[in-house]
Structures are given as C-alpha cells and as structure tokens.
C-alpha cells in the first residue's frame, strides 16, 4: 500500500513536526494554504481541525469525527475536547500530543484536551471528505450504517456481504481475507479482477 | 530523521514525539464526566468495575500469548486487535474502580501491584487455553466464543446504567464485542466444517470450556445489590439470551453442546470472590514481573 511518508507509526518517528497538512493529503478541489505558523493566522478551531490522525495520516481529525469540539477562552487558553475510536485506540495519547504541539506552533501555548466517550464514535462520523481521501489512499471507505437499533446485536455468521468496491480499480468483486487488519479499525480484502490487495475501513 | 543517536530519539526529553506502549500514558478517563452517584455504596461500584475490567485484562493477556505463534499471520493480528479492544475496556474501568474507590491507585497499581486473591475476574480468562500446554487454537476459539457473546450480552444491559461511566464504556464496548464474538462464531464454523481432524480439535475444545459456563451467570453479592440499583448487570439474567447464540452457532457447525459438569466449587468461592485456579499465578508473574522487579519503572 502506498503510504505517506510520516504515516508510519514507528517509535522513532521524526522528532520536527511535519507540516500544518498532511502531505499529499488534500483532494482536488481543495485549497492548499500556504503553511505559515505566525501567531493569530489561524483559529484555533482551524488548527486543531487540520492536526492528521495519527495512524491514518491522510485524515484530518474533524475528517475522522473524533474531534468534538474546541474552544478557545478569553485569556487564549484552549480546551480541545476528542473521542476515541476504539475503547483500546492507541492513538489518543499521540492525538493528544499532535494537537498540543500543533497548536502550540500557532500560538496557543496554553491546551487542555479532554475525551468524552459519550455518545460513542462510529464510522458514521466519518465526513464525506475523509471517505474521498481515504478511497483516493487506497483505503476503502466504511458504509453508512446510520441509527444503530436498540437490543441485542444479531450474530453474522458468515463475512459480511461484499458492498465494498475495490479503491483501485472500482469492481464490486472483492473478498474479505481478515476481518482485521493492520490496525483494529482495518479489515483486509483482496479484489478479484485486478488481484490487489487492500484494507477496508470497516463499519463500527 | 534529526537525531543523531537512536537512543537519543527515544529518551524522555523526547517524550512527546514517542509512539509508546508502556507507562506514561495519560489516565484514559481523563477529563470524562466522573460523577459518582450520590446513593451508590462506593466499595461497591469499585468492587464491580474490578470484576469487569479484570475480566478484560486477563483474557487480554491470555490472547497476547498468541503473538507470532497464531496458525497465520492473519489470525496473529486479529487476535492482538482483540486483545487490544479488551485491554482498552480493561484501562477505563480499572481508572474507573481507581477513582471510585478513593484510595489513589491508578489503573497500572491495579494492574500490576494486587495479589491473586485480589483479582475479580471469571476463572474462565485466567485459563491457559493455548498457545501453552493447556489448549490450543480451537480451544482459545472456544473461549472466545463463550466469553464475547456473554460479555456482549452484559454490555448491552449495562449501557442502561444508571452509572454515567459504565454507561459510556459499554457502549463502546458493545461494538468490538460484536466483532469479536462473529469472529470466534465463523472460526468455530470453519473448524468444525474443516477436517474431521479440526472438527475433533474443536469438540474437545468446547468441552474443555464448558465445565466453567455456569460461573458466568452465578452473580456475586456485589452485582446483585448494584443491580437493584440498575447500576450493574445481574448476569442470571443473561444466561437464556447467551445460551440461544451459542445455540445458534452450534446448530450451524453441527455441534451438539457438550454435557460436562462443572467443577467442584471451592468452598463456595469463584473467580467473582477472588478464588482462581492453578492457571492464574504464573500469569500474573507474567503480567506483573516486570513493574514489580523495577518499581517506578517506566517503559
């Protein structure tokens, strides 16, 4: 799979921060600012938004829908507050550390984050945006499941039906080889008319 | 890369840039509403968010021993996504019976510094279902089986919690309880529909694990009163809505459920009470070996 080059969630990863954007990681269409960290030319909001997910770095966090709300007070300080994705995401604690310093090199030095768990994250927070840029990466977008139905959840005995269209070449044949893949939040599928492999961000 | 020296990249000055799994972790409840209902007996609810988050912590563990020695590469990974999902569940609500309780311990004093007859989990995750002499593959698919389908059935009671944060975790955990438990369900499928080898692994997988279902649904002193108080689960009440998923699946493997008896109880006592089997000591000495041989260690 193609990759970014700061997507790797490797231990001695690169001790500068990367730019304000993902590279590589806005569609067409899409304006690409100018990365420019003097003091007040963004919004708190605006940097936080921005700030990538930590092990799908062609996300922005308010792609992703974890990011639930920042404000900034009076006296600049800013209270981000963030949701996890999986209750064992190990990457809260680097989105923590993302937004901190990302917001730090734009001027608000001053950053509280907090998580809520409620109401819980699905893959339905995901924006029309962020489902673009992953199909664009190579990753094929979750469907929308929409409300979820109160009382027991039904048994799937067998892989769920294949309404996953291949990223790359648009087929509707594709096959599940795992139900879970590199991260938690990944499935890993296999096309059968071109015969790439590719992960699947499955529905939560 | 701008560091000269590749310890230099992981020391603490660096501390923000790591991708660490270890110490060092920010309290995963840290900012959540943490409100502690004014009628609820604290001892209680701490007692009760033990029994679920050791539940949790120990089966992850137990599924972490596969890492590398899973039948395929596969397999390896989607067992350490469980294990991760567990240990999750486990981090709340350890920090939750943490907070609860009052007494300053956090979730790694909880996890690394109590004794066996401190541990509240079922015995049924403390079990060596494989990759040690104890089991195998289809003997942790058992497991899993059983434990994610009852362990879903509790979360799914438990998200009416009166009990804010108990609430809020098993909402979350009801959705990666529903992978897990699919995926022990086709596995189950595909080695009782494999080889009559694997269907025979599989069938003496399932009586290995059967003999400690009842334990699953026998409730604990402290479950019943916070149950009362819709604060927690009675998991009695679970017991027909688990039998009929299992039954579900069995029938479609066509297997029968196995009639073992469950063991001779321990003077009354179970895993709930702080009773553990033989299986449980070496993997605490595992689990805690290396916090306990470098207090205040950091890694």
Same mark, same amino acid.
């Not at chain 2, 510094?113 to 058992?142: K, Q, S």
């Not at chain 2, 998991?235 to 688990?242: C, F, G, H, R």
């Given at each position: ?59 922005? !966090? /308010?792609?992703? $829908?974890?990011?639930?709300?920042? #404000?900034? +007070? @009076?006296?600049?300080?800013?209270? %981000? ?52 840029? !992953? /199909?664009?990466? $190579?990753?094929?977008?979750?469907? #929308?499941? +929409? @409300?979820?139905?109160?009382?027991? %959840? ?51 | ?299």
């Amino acid at each position: 799979m193609r990759r970014q080059p700061q997507s790797s969630p490797h231990p001695l990863r690169g001790a500068t921060p990367g730019p304000l954007y993902p590279v590589g990681g806005t569609g067409a269409g899409e304006t690409i600012l100018p990365v420019d960290n003097s003091v007040g030319v963004w919004t708190a909001r605006e940097i936080a938004e921005r700030v990538p997910d930590p092990e799908l770095p062609v996300l922005s !966090l /308010a792609d992703l $829908g974890v990011l639930r709300d920042v #404000r900034t +007070g @009076p006296d600049g300080r800013v209270l %981000v507050t963030i949701t996890p994705t999986y209750s064992g995401c190990p990457a809260l604690d680097e989105m923590r550390a993302d937004l901190r310093t990302r917001l730090a090199e734009a001027g608000y030095p001053d950053v509280e984050v907090r998580t809520v768990l409620h109401p819980p994250w699905t893959t339905d927070w995901i924006s029309d945006a962020g489902r673009r840029k !992953l /199909a664009e990466h $190579g990753i094929a977008p979750p469907n #929308r499941i +929409g @409300p979820r139905p109160a009382g027991p %959840v039904p048994l799937n005995l067998s892989p769920p039906p294949a309404r996953v269209p291949c990223p790359r070449c648009g087929s509707p044949r594709t096959t599940e080889l795992s139900r879970f893949s590199a991260t938690a939040c990944k499935a890993l599928r296999r096309c059968e008319d071109c015969r790439e492999p590719f992960e699947h961000m499955k529905e939560l | 890369m701008s560091f000269d020296n590749a310890y230099e990249a992981i020391s603490e000055s660096n501390d923000e840039q790591h991708w660490a799994f270890g110490t060092g972790f920010d309290d995963p409840l840290s900012d959540v509403d943490k409100t502690i209902l004014s009628d609820v007996d604290r001892a209680d609810l701490a007692t009760y968010c033990l029994m679920l988050g050791d539940d949790a912590l120990i089966l992850s563990q137990r599924l972490a021993e596969w890492c590398s020695r899973a039948p395929e590469l596969e397999e390896d990974v989607a067992l350490a996504n469980i294990a991760l999902d567990l240990l999750g569940q486990a981090r709340m609500l350890l920090t939750r019976a943490g907070e609860v309780e009052g007494a300053g311990r956090d979730e790694d004093a909880l996890a690394y510094l109590r004794d066996e007859p401190d541990f509240r989990n079922v015995r049924l995750v403390e079990l060596d279902c494989g990759p040690g002499p104890g089991g195998d593959f289809a003997t942790t698919i058992a497991r899993l089986l059983v434990f994610a389908t009852w362990r879903l059935a509790l979360m799914t009671h438990l998200t009416n919690s009166r009990d804010p944060v108990l609430s809020a975790i098993a909402a979350k955990a009801v959705k990666e309880l529903a992978y897990h438990r699919d995926h022990a369900a086709q596995w189950t499928l595909r080695l009782a529909g494999g080889t009559d080898y694997s269907r025979e692994r599989m069938t003496v997988a399932l009586a290995t694990i059967w003999p400690h279902l009842p334990e699953l649904f026998t409730p604990h002193p402290t479950e019943l009163r916070l149950a009362a108080m819709d604060i927690a689960v009675n998991p009695a009440t679970l017991k027909s809505e688990v039998d009929s998923v299992i039954g579900q699946v069995l029938t479609a493997a066509a297997l029968d459920p196995p009639a073992t008896p469950p063991p001779a109880p321990v003077t009354n006592r179970t895993g709930r009470d702080g009773a553990h089997t033989e299986a449980m000591p070496p993997l605490l000495a595992e689990l805690q070996h290396l916090a306990r041989s470098l207090p205040g260690a950091t890694w």
